[in-house]
């Protein structure tokens, strides 16, 4: 009886082994590409004055955060995000959970409407961008299409892309809600397509109405699939700035259209680059906020999943 004991020990511990060796390989690439990435620009972000060239700063201290926290080009970066991510996360699930509920209660053509759903996922971020830019862009040659669909309505020209500050962030939100839906719907259809067909069957025995069927048996299912697609949608949005470049240029900041993440790049290489503990100081602000944000998604969607 002790013999199998430890028999059957051995071949635990060899398990564990074999186990962590297969994660080796995964948890030397995080060790190497996230965790220490984000330990040495930890330390950056203390150094005063920190040179790239000669590896040397001048003292450590707050100075960087206080620098960064009251620089009128990083506050304007704040609320622009903060701004984006209002509105496209509740806007593109809200969205995305309509189009699903559509498409899963059809049956012809189901399939060709989700490759149509689908396909600004695959498209290159910038060539929709480029899209985006034409249909809006005023010029001294043509208003632009939007523009010309409006005037049938009596609406003056618009120009969203140089002009209010406005009409630019509609812009931007349209497009990121436009780039982020494929994504959504296909996790959302994949949910519901999930539900038990008895539930359905039984809530029709029962002569239940299309509304509570959806609020009482489907929505309660695939709440956790439409918490992780909140939180995922929140990070993303907080790293927006390829959108932005895509529809406005790399010159950001005079378009009054800069994100945090933007921010950081400009400390790093754009014109006013050169400035390593500022952009790491940004860069921790950033990691702060979203590290917030998502703890307080996941106590919210978990005391909402224990109440249903």
Known sequence: MSSRKELSGVNSVKTQVRGWLYLLPALLFLGAFMVYPLID??????????NSASQTSFGTGFYNYMYVLRDPYFIKAVKNTFILVIITVPVSTGLSLLISLGLSSIQKFRNWFQTIF??????????????????????????GLVNLILGKFGVSPIDFIDGPYWAK?????????????????????SAIASVPEVYYKSAKIDGASSWRVFWRITLPVISPMIFYLVITGFIGAFKAYSDAVAIFGVNLNAADMNTIVGYVYDML?????????????AAIILFAIVLTITVINLIVSRKATDNT
Not at 118 to 143: C, E, Q
């Open 118 to 143: 689908f396909l600004p996922y695959v498209t290159n971020t910038l060539a929709v961008g480029l899209v985006f830019m034409i249909l809006f862009r005023k010029t001294p040659y043509t208003d």
């Open 169 to 189: 962030m509609m812009v931007l939100s349209i497009y990121v809600i436009w780039i982020v839906m494929p994504f959504k719907i296909l996790i959302l259809t």
């Open 269 to 281: 290489y754009g014109d006013g680059g050169g400035y390593p503990s500022y952009a790491s100081a």
């Open 41 to 50: 620009v930890f330390v950056y972000s203390f150094e005063e004055g920190f």
